[in-house]
């Protein structure tokens, strides 16, 4: 990539370089649509398709490839929409674990950027200003790393940062001002946008948006959420050899042909939605019934996948489940006798997550058996 021309803070196309940046959205002026036409206007379905890639890629695993393709095949709309949108959509996937590894995914990118050549100085000057931390070409006769930042602007973003390059022990001091190598810059620069980003994720979305946004994005978010790693609320592999003993019964009372009630069945097929597993293997499981008709399972299937824009129908909790003469937990075979303590146990799906937390074992009879 060649140099690309520097363009002065508050254009469009500084901001569609740098949307994280306050007012990037107003800066489209008529243009700038309300939260919900972002989410359901057929005009910015091309910022929503952008916002779900830049998604999609920070939840990849680790950072591969230095931008995306349809980055740069956007229009300037679409990438300043794209970020509002992608922050959106993180915040609704459990827990903070997705947006935290956006927020590190964009200043990762951001990073790299501003290390090449293709940043003019001037533009990198104009973005340390817009993010109100000023930082100017050295302009002392002695040899210098070629970046100056005043001592306590330095400190307002290396103090909290993790990365150890960063703190100020490793930094060349003169005269009250830290010097910063252009590689240096761009790190510190990125750090302080990650910092801000951090301080709003996840975002508070009001529950009419939420509604709103769930449904429309229901395959999407499904799809996001299966790639969550199980420590951050995504089902990882499935792992049957680790379900509780009340589920597993159920799968091999199905199996052997045995009738199971609709208790049963709702509780089976919704834990074996929100433990990850795709709705053709749900409805195989439900095979063996005496009275199986694979149009009418698929069709309840997808009911409970479907509920609450994809988020799907929680299982019963053990108590209900011992009510209903369903709980097995005297063949509980874990190590930790997980079920010993049904109140304290509260849910099979906790049983499924601290079972997945341990070693697999050859020991036989239960979670942790390979
Ligand atoms: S205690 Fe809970 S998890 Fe264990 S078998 Fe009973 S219902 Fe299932």
Redesign the pocket.
Known sequence: MGVRGAVPLGSRTFYARYPFLPGATTSLGSLAPSSRELVESPLFEGARGLGRARVLQALAGPPAGRDLPEVGDADEVARVLSFPFAALLVSLLPGSGPARRWARREALRLREELEGSAVQVEELQTLAHALGRPARRSTSPEPSEGWEVPLPVYLGWSATARGRDLKLVHQRLRHGVVELSRGRLAEWLSEGMLQGLEEVLPLKVEPELRTLLEGRESGFLELARQRLPAREGGPGPVEPERF????RELMKELAAGHNVGHQGRFALAAFLHKVGMEADAIVEAFRGAPNFNEPITRYQVDQIRRHDGGAGYTPPE?AT??TAG????EL?GSPAR??SD?VA?K??LN?YRRARTRPRTNAPGGAGRT
């Open positions: 509780p003993p009340c589920i053990c489940l011992i369903l709980c097995r937990r509980d997980l079920c049904p146990l849910h099979p049983y």
